[in-house]
């Protein structure tokens, strides 16, 4: 009898499907598969064989394919996805097609082509071709040269360059070619400061077996520089090093500094911001175990790594690291199981770590590692200045005292940012005559004037940054009927504005969401920062981590104050992480750094710590109000997410869910406590009502027994026209 082959499918039913497999092999476990469900062909991953199933013989169907030009899932990959998919409640087969790239869930047969070349090389015929092309088309000359003297590396060529490549290959003018190693020559580093080496000893006398580690330190400490020792000693153990960081534009420069460091090395970037398949290529590269060290965002902690030897999670207090649609993983989480599962040490680093992190290591489960000093010899931590904007009230948000420094800093040369983290021109247009906002008629938000082009009306849109509802400013308020429409607040585009106007001789330059879009934008703005074409940069969160300016000495912040009345419990636990890493841009290098934070409330213990650079303070009095509170880390908590179109039928959903919680018994009911349905922060978007119900107990490992039972309870539950989800610790309640 022929096997039965177990496969788990992307959709939304939590179980794996039988077919027969006459064809199949053990060998074939993590391998694609094409399979007939209902009227569709699937693409699905096997991940068991059996001898028999539960299904009828006659009503088995047959397996159309199992792809063997890709490599299988490794065994310890499933095992990944397993625990995901138990730890978050999602069904195994949308976990599996998550980790596959976007190019190889679908097509089954001819999505999974070889992996491009890494370079290239002339054949006869492209030789004695390129050599007739002249200096009359001087980009084809200038690649014909490149080509005629050496094997050229993919990645050392442009978007332009590329087009052509395409061109020979299509000709045949073009083979794969195989690297030579760069000639060996004598790389002098920077040594390592006596808190980096400290840190550095203490990971190697612990091996190179699974141990936590939170490597504090604060703002220009050199965290970089100790990931980049310990990945090169794990490389000379022949072991691969995976590097998560939050932001996509986090990756470039980043990448920069392991190339120069590892140029024999093979590096490979995964990251949403790439094309199709420029992830599958580097996807099949590490599973293939040919790529050395793996650099991308939160999908790249699933990344096939068969010679996995070390994990650093960058700037680990992210929320970014978040998922936030389908399976809501925690990337970081998730990669302290995977460094455990691997037998791998795990750094987690951060200037200001995430309150759960810091009570790890206060409680000994993750190891602590602190560097207190700027690596620069010359650079200082920044010196940290409060004004009381009820003192020096900010006109069209900038306050006297902030507009002095800028205007001293011009002058001496250096470079300045004005921080604001609201994109756009201004938070909401509003009627002078009667006081009307304009909201956004599908949302539970205020449209934001965002201009586009020109100082007129006609250059402005009012924008919902939740639905992307974009329209034309109305010329009369349709509460009174005026005329008299003001912005109202400010935005990254009123304060550049603000500036341009009040400080004419400056190279003003906005960074946010919307300047930094296009491909390749942002690389291009850093590097007009670092060749000193900036005078004055004004920039949201884009700019806050991660980046070293070393000719920037000023930073204002504006706008902060929005965070401290928020209510949601973490914000601010963010607030901190922010202001922190804003300041850190300043003064990195010789120049000594200053931040100018405009408040109302000077006085408040959150800005006073900011002032002292105090991160253990102020985590000590957060983690004293959560724990007075009940909040995480010293609860677990799980969030069920509604949404319909009507507010009634998502709170009738949550409120079976809720009953049927209840209902469960005093066995795995007991110690979790289940709060009433409410509204979610934005109660409406996209026309979608949004509401929520919060579980939570003291206990992790009752809270998920309990979790496992009642959903299948609430699974059965008539959801008509409402979509649901549990969020498994929750980054916003």
């Avoid at 050199?222 to 995976?242: D, F, I, N, P």
């Avoid at 938070?427 to 008629?441: A, E, I, K, R, Y």
């Avoid at 940054?465 to 009927?481: D, F, K, S, Y």
């Avoid at 008539?718 to 989800?725: D, E, F, L, S, T």
């Amino acid at each position: 009898m022929s096997p039965i082959a177990r496969v788990a499918l992307d959709i939304p039913l939590d179980r794996l499907f039988d077919y027969r497999a006459p064809e199949a092999e053990a060998a074939d476990i993590g391998r694609r598969v094409e399979v007939l469900f209902g009227p569709r062909t699937l693409v699905g991953v096997l991940v068991e064989l059996a001898a028999h199933s539960e299904v009828a013989p006659a009503a088995l169907k047959t397996l159309l394919h199992i792809d063997r030009d890709t490599p299988p899932l490794p065994a310890e990959l499933l095992a990944l996805a397993r625990f995901a998919a138990g730890y978050y409640h999602h069904p195994l087969g949308a976990v599996l097609a998550s980790l596959l790239p976007p190019a190889l869930r679908h097509g089954g047969r001819q999505a999974a082509s070889a992996a491009r070349p890494v370079a290239y090389v002339l054949s006869a015929t492209g030789r004695a071709e390129v050599a007739k092309i002249n200096a009359r088309k001087p980009a084809q000359f200038a690649l014909a040269t490149r080509f005629l003297a050496n094997p050229v590396a993919r990645a050392d060529l442009g978007d332009r360059e590329k087009t052509l490549l395409r061109g020979w290959q299509k000709r045949g003018w073009l083979e794969a070619a195989t690297l030579p190693p760069p000639p060996a020559k004598e790389r002098v580093f920077p040594p390592p400061t006596a808190d980096q080496e400290a840190a550095l000893n203490a990971i190697r006398a612990a091996g190179t077996g699974f141990s936590p580690w939170l490597l504090y330190g604060v703002t220009g400490s050199g965290k970089t520089e100790v990931y980049l020792r310990l990945v090169a000693e794990s490389l000379a153990r022949g072991r691969q090093a995976l590097i998560l960081v939050p932001e996509i534009h986090l990756t470039p420069q980043l990448s920069e500094r392991f190339k120069q460091r590892f140029p024999g090395r093979h590096l490979v970037g995964l990251h949403s911001g790439l094309s199709s398949g420029e992830r599958r290529a580097g996807w099949l590269e590490a599973l293939a175990g040919r790529a050395d060290i793996i650099l991308g965002t939160r999908l790249a902690v699933f990344t096939p790594l068969p010679r996995l030897g070390l994990i650093v999670v960058d700037e680990e207090h992210d929320t970014s690291y978040k998922q936030m649609e389908g399976m809501r993983y925690s990337a970081r989480d998730v990669a302290v199981w995977r460094a455990r599962q691997a037998g791998v040490p795990i750094v987690l680093g951060s200037a200001t770590p995430a309150l759960e992190t810091w009570n790890n290591a206060r409680a000994g489960r993750y190891q602590l590692l602190s560097l207190a000093t700027r690596a620069h010899a010359q650079a200082s931590l920044p010196t940290v200045r409060l004004i009381d904007s009820r003192a020096d009230h900010p006109k069209q948000g900038l306050s006297r005292a902030l507009l002095a420094a800028l205007e001293a800093t011009l002058q001496r040369g250096e470079q300045s940012l004005v921080f604001i983290n609201r994109r756009g021109y201004a938070p909401t247009l509003l009627c002078n005559g009667c006081g009307h906002v304009f909201p956004c008629p599908r949302c539970s938000a205020h449209l934001v004037l965002h201009r586009a082009h020109g100082n007129n009306s006609a250059g402005y849109r009012l924008v919902c940054h939740h639905c992307g509802l974009n329209t034309r400013p109305p010329e009369a308020c349709p509460e009174c009927g005026g005329v008299d429409l003001r912005p109202s607040g400010q935005g990254t585009q009123r304060v550049e504005e603000t500036l341009a106007e009040r400080f004419p001789e400056a190279r003003i330059l906005r960074i946010d969401r919307d300047s930094a879009a296009r491909k390749g934008a942002f690389s291009a703005m850093r590097e007009r920062v670092a060749a000193r074409e900036v005078d004055i940069l004004v920039g949201t969160q884009i700019v806050a981590k991660g980046h070293d300016f070393p000719h920037l000495t000023l930073v204002g912040v504006i706008g902060a104050d929005q965070a401290l009345v928020s209510p949601d419990f973490r914000a601010s636990e963010r607030l901190f992480a922010q202001l922190m890493q804003v300041a850190g841009r300043a003064g990195r290098a010789e120049h000594p750094g200053m931040v100018l934070i405009q408040t109302r409330y000077p006085g408040h213990p959150l800005y006073q710590a900011v002032a002292r650079h105090d991160y253990p303070g102020f985590a000590a009095a957060a983690l004293r109000e959560r724990r007075a509170a009940d909040f995480p880390p010293f609860v677990a908590q799980a969030v069920l997410r509604a949404e319909a179109n009507t507010e009634e039928a998502a709170l009738g959903f949550l409120l079976a869910a809720r009953e049927i919680g209840l209902e469960i018994g005093q066995g795995v009911a007991r110690g979790v406590e289940i709060f009433d349905p409410v509204p979610a922060l934005m109660l409406r978007i996209a026309g979608r009502h949004r509401l929520q119900l919060l579980l939570q107990s003291g206990a992790r490992g009752r809270l998920q027994a309990f979790l496992g039972v009642w959903l299948e309870a609430v699974a059965r539950l008539p959801a008509r026209g409402v979509k649901w989800i549990l969020d498994v610790d929750p980054v916003d309640v």
